[in-house]
């Protein structure tokens, strides 16, 4: 879902919207993006006026992502007087003074990924030396405003790097926000339909399928055979508990914890944790945002240094005994939304998956038989045309089933997927699914983290909640 929100908050609109014109106009544009051989929209019209909250949905490669960078200046309207801004065309005549487009991507140009690594999100840090998220928000009067509204203000002292997918995500919406900006595109902010939107705008296949009121909208989606696909999800998991649990007694641990604690700068993030995970386990990871889901799977990856000062067993074998961090990875494939921040856009889908060979993130050279499972997994998911494209042309979603590739690539004992169905439309989540109930092997263990149980594969059965300040609620 992406959702593009007209002047996004009410202390937005009543600050910066006095005009009674339109905030932005589109009148019979055709839109290609740069090096594509077609246009992604022809002849399309859109009018947003001041205080209209709208939500933009459709199937992958409807052209969301397209018609938000338009909006933001990104991509050329033709003819360029087919792109205008109305309310706002005394200020300035250049879209970004206007439209800011918040995305996955980090592009403040305030803080870059790429003069980082990814296990330094977990190691203690010296916050005179950090970009903290202070620092990243910068002085403004609606500062204190806007932190307390997104619930960001006890997190301002931490460093930028530390903060989870989810505080990340706010904190780039914060910093929009304190900017004089009419308009503030989000890509897909949150995953329940929003209940401030007052338009729905239907994109499919470069076309307007849709155009109407939420209520509308809501009315032709199929909210009851969700509710009965969820009934049938819970008595099938209840069964399949049931009968798994003489066997699972046998199997060997795949991850012991016990009463696991981390703190950093005196905040407690995971609070005497006890999990055990066996072999051929299918384990749903959920809590809110913050509640340290991230910080408990480093330890499973072998990322996290304070692990040694824990009880922690990975594949039967006590942490700090001898092992090194490669001889965990080896064993374990994964995908995050934070990883994905490191993979560098120039990379083809090729290389970005086959990397997962190697445990690393930069290219490395691949052997036959490498190759060809890359390519089998490709067709098998439905992206081939990614293989030799750069991450940079392909959509959000194709992304994100590039680097589900890359986490399956090795065939690992254990699989990781943290909000592995980010940016992924229902069609694409239903089609991941399916391929783990087809060839998940019985020996492969799964941990998934999501914030939808209706995202949950029927397949995974059992549960291991997280409260709010990382201590452990109920489990199965």
Known sequence: MLTLKSNTHLLIRRLYSTHQQPLIQL?????????????????????????????????VNAGKTTLAETLAGRHTAQPLASLQWPSQQDNSLYSADHVHLVSFKEDSGVFNYNQHYYQERFNFSDPDNDLTL???????????????????AHLLPLSFVKLSNGQTRRARIARDLTQKTGVILVSRPQDEF????????????G???????????????HHNDLAKERQEKDAYRTQALADEEARRADRPGVVELNNVNVVYSGQKILDDVTWTVKQGDRWALLGPNGSGKTTLLSFLTGDHPQAYANDLSLFGRRRGTGESIWEIKAKVGTVSPELHLYFNQAMTGRIAAGTGFFDVVVPRTLDSTQTATVESLFHEFGVSDCLDRALRDCSAAEQRLVLLIRSLVKRPPLLIWD?????????????????????????????????????????????????????PLTSP
């Open 419 to 471: 909000e592995p169905y980010q940016g992924l439309d229902g069609g694409m989540i239903s089609a991941v699914n399916n391929w783990l109930e087809t060839y998940l092997r019985d020996d492969q263990t799964l941990i998934l983290v999501t914030h939808h149980e209706d995202e949950i594969p029927r397949a995974v059965t059992r549960r291991f909640h997280l409260g709010p300040h990382g201590a």
């Open 27 to 59: 009148k019979n544009a055709t839109v290609q993006r740069f090096g594509a051989k077609k246009p992604v929209f022809q002849d399309l019209s859109l009018t947003i006026k001041p205080g209209q909250q709208w939500v933009i949905v459709g199937p």
């Open 134 to 152: 202070r620092d990243y928000l910068g002085a403004h009067p609606l500062l204190d405003r806007v932190v307390n509204q997104l619930d960001l």
């Open 194 to 205: 929003p209940t401030w939107a007052t338009d729905v705008l239907v994109l499919d296949n």
């Open 207 to 221: 076309k307007i399928a849709w155009q109407g009121s939420p209520e509308g909208y809501l009315a032709t989606t």
